[in-house]
């Protein structure tokens, strides 16, 4: 395993090493210094900066932004880590908030076949609607940008959790349910100490999902509304065409959802059956 590890390493650096020189090189090309889009011409000509820049100075750019991620210049001008951790708080909170209510209703749809039957109807036309769907909505309703952004979250991260915990709560043994019904266990200690461990893989692997879409709508949602957020800082970016800027907000994205997700599935793994 540890050799194989290795290898993997080592084939992976070698793939990234060969996509950032083609990438310097072709950024580097005269073609890429005499061509005009389209775009360009009408702006009034090409500007370097309009252009994808090289990953060196996207790497150059990184390094002068982590290494004072927490500056504060005013509204427009912030470091990545305070853009960040705006981001970080509307997604847990609203993911936070869906938990509290996907998971015991996860449960009581799971052992419960009558509820099933009652809320599966309104669950089927609410789950398939875009969470973006919601923002005018929400903004009409809440009048307040940061929670709007939040409810949103709330939206898009209670479906997969809710679906799965119900799932996995419906999909636990029948004989260790008959278990806990010889030893006189009362509904919840059922629930409890029965059904939740046995659901537990199932439940974590909906936990995961959502905050993977949560991330991602987090993004598109603070572009939207604007303020504050990596998606603000995105477009602002963008506005400004400072490109390798853009470039690495994407990345610092990218790292961060990876981050969320290697949380959730390291608590995945501890849940899981061993042979």
């Not at 880590?81 to 609203?94: C, E, F, K, P």
């Not at 506005?239 to 390798?244: F, I, K, Q, S, V």
């Not at 610092?252 to 042979?275: C, P, S, T």
Request: negative net charge; contains cysteine; proline residues 5%.
């Amino acid at each position: 395993m540890a050799s194989l590890n290795v290898r993997a390493a080592v084939v992976s650096i070698t793939f990234l090493i060969l996509v950032l020189g083609m990438w310097e090189m072709s950024a580097q090309a005269p073609e890429a210094e005499t061509a005009m889009t389209e775009y360009e011409r009408l702006m009034g000509g090409a500007d370097q900066e309009s252009r994808v820049p090289p990953p060196s100075k996207v790497i150059a750019l990184a390094w002068e932004e982590l290494s004072n991620p927490f500056y504060d210049a005013g509204a427009n001008d912030k470091g990545i880590g305070i853009q960040l951790a705006y981001s970080i708080y509307r997604v847990l909170t609203g993911y936070l908030a869906a938990m509290a209510i996907a998971l015991p209703v996860g449960f009581l749809i799971g052992m419960s076949p009558l509820m099933y039957k009652a809320l599966n109807p309104y669950i089927q036309v609410l789950r398939p609607i875009s969470p973006l769907a919601w923002m005018p909505l929400a903004l009409f309703i809440i009048q307040d940008s940061d929670a709007s952004a939040i409810f949103v979250i709330f939206i898009c991260s209670i479906w997969p959790m809710l679906l799965n915990t119900a799932f996995g709560v419906a999909n636990v043994r029948e004989d260790w349910i008959n278990v806990a019904r010889t030893h006189e266990l009362g509904p919840l200690r059922t629930a409890l100490t029965v059904i939740l461990p046995a659901a537990a893989p199932t439940i974590l692997t909906g936990m995961r999902i959502s905050i993977g879409i949560a991330w991602l709508v987090i993004v598109a949602a603070e572009m939207l509304v604007g303020g504050t957020g990596i998606g603000y800082y995105v477009w602002n970016e963008w506005n400004n065409l400072d490109l390798a800027s853009v470039i690495f907000s994407i990345l610092m994205i990218g790292v961060v959802g990876m981050v969320l997700d290697l949380i959730l599935g390291r608590a995945q793994r501890l849940v899981e059956y061993k042979e």
